[in-house]
């Protein structure tokens, strides 16, 4: 049985899941808990996103805006962090620092791309989620 961690919301592009699996393609991955989780876009998932705790991947949907994409990669970016540091943040958690952090950056967008800059300029630290 699977532990899939949803989102629960329905992207209205997605095709119902089927048993074959799609040709997956790969966006990216992100490094969590000195592991690199694939991030793969899945037309057949059901919702917007999931982080499978399982297979350690993070799949997400097509149809969705540029800026529904990043907050559901963020989202399920925290959900590998809430499984792997056994935060237990649960959904609302996830949701609320999820939405806390978008709405930062959308706050300010250019206070936001100063601060990414800055953080992508330094050199890459591994294994330190903050302190
Ligand atoms: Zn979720």
């Known amino acids: 049985m699977s532990r899939n961690v949803q989102t629960g919301r329905t992207c209205p592009d997605s095709e119902p899941r089927n048993d074959d699996q799609p040709d997956l393609k790969s966006i990216g991955s992100v490094r969590i808990g000195g592991l690199d989780l694939p991030v793969l876009v899945d037309p057949s998932l059901e919702s917007f996103g999931e982080f499978d705790p399982v297979g350690r991947v993070i799949r997400v949907g097509t149809g969705m805006a540029p800026e529904v994409l990043a907050s559901t990669i963020i989202h399920e970016v925290l959900h590998a962090i809430d499984d792997a540091l056994d935060l237990r943040l649960g959904e609302r958690g996830v949701r609320a620092i999820e939405t806390g952090l978008v709405a930062a950056a ?26």
Request: net charge positive; hydrophobic share 40%.
């Open 106 to 131: 959308r706050d300010d967008p250019g206070q936001a791309r100063r601060w990414l800059a800055g953080l992508l300029a330094g050199p890459r630290v591994r294994g330190r989620a903050g302190a």
